[in-house]
């Protein structure tokens, strides 16, 4: 009662899987993945034990159909299983037992695995694969969207519970020291793809990074308001007040200032 989709961005040099469930926690069955290695969904009557065997594989130098394939003769339940992967380079296959309730099946395709199982058709996967090839933009973006699509087509038979998405990316996590880029769940919610985007613009917020040539020099008026805003945070510095609001990662020392963080000091300075 899951559909999943696992994909790579090579461009961002990426890996990541988002998957909604009628189950309670999803997003600690289900979804697994490593930077410069590959990614993974394990699903339907789950073997959580592909997740640290696959990536394993996979940081072996195994290939996507090379895991699939062990993983599943070396499971004696293996018909009730479903699984999807995307390797380093791109390369997917999936796996669907035939013991997995109806309806329940998979797309792979360059860089992407899409998989389903007691859905409502095979329109949700359809949704799953055709939403990730047509869309740009950032991984986690291009995934909840794909989300948002495979739901819209159907989704799971049974409704809606739980949602997960999990992205890696080499030194891509919190303070450039971890590479779990993104790993945002919501474990129990009536909808919890809504309530996973929601989350995820918090993240962005916090963690995303503005290109360069966006950012806003502080001199002149724009300067003269930042200050102001500052001190009627009651702080004495942008990286004092930034630092609270959790937004230090979006400050240099250097005078110029992030979109991001000015929206921000100008919501917490409004007047209440």
Same mark, same amino acid.
């Given at each position: ?65 090379? !895991?699939? $394939? =062990?993983?599943?003769? /070396? ?7 479903? +699984?999807? *992967?995307? &390797? ?79 992205? !890696?990316? $080499? =030194?891509?996590?919190? /303070? ?7 790993? +945002?769940? *919501?474990? &129990? ?82 007047? =209440?």
């Amino acid at each position: 009662m899951t559909y999943s989709i696992v994909a790579r961005d090579p461009d961002a040099s990426q890996w990541g899987v988002a998957v909604q469930s009628k189950f309670l926690a999803v997003g600690s069955v289900v979804p697994w993945a490593e930077a410069n290695a590959g990614a993974l969904a394990t699903q339907a009557y789950a073997n959580p034990q592909y997740g640290p065997d696959g990536l394993a594989l996979l940081r072996g130098g195994s290939d996507a159909a090379e !895991v699939v $394939e =062990r993983l599943v003769r /070396a499971d004696a339940g293996r018909n009730e299983r479903q +699984l999807g *992967v995307v &390797d380093r380079d791109g390369g997917s296959a999936s796996y669907t037992g035939p013991g997995c309730m109806d309806w329940a099946g998979h797309r792979t395709g360059e860089n992407y695995a899409a998989q389903g199982n007691i859905l409502v058709s095979r329109e949700t996967v359809d949704a799953l694969a055709e939403t990730f090839v047509s869309t740009s933009g950032t991984l986690a973006r291009r995934l909840l969207e794909c989300l948002q699509a495979a739901q819209s087509a159907g989704g799971d038979k049974r409704g809606q519970q739980s949602a997960a998405l999990l992205i !890696v990316q $080499e =030194r891509g996590g919190y /303070a450039g020291m971890s590479d779990l880029a993104c790993d +945002l769940r *919501v474990d &129990d919610h009536e909808r919890p793809i809504d309530e996973l985007a929601r989350l995820y613009v918090l993240h962005d917020r916090l963690f995303g990074v503005t290109p360069d040539e966006d950012w806003l020099p502080l001199n002149g008026e724009l300067g003269a308001e930042v200050q102001a805003l500052i001190a009627r945070t009651g702080h004495s510095t942008l990286r004092e007040w930034a630092g609270v609001a959790n937004l230090e990662d979006r400050v240099r020392e250097e005078p110029r200032i992030d979109p991001v963080v000015l929206e921000a000091l100008r919501e917490d300075a409004a007047p =209440r």
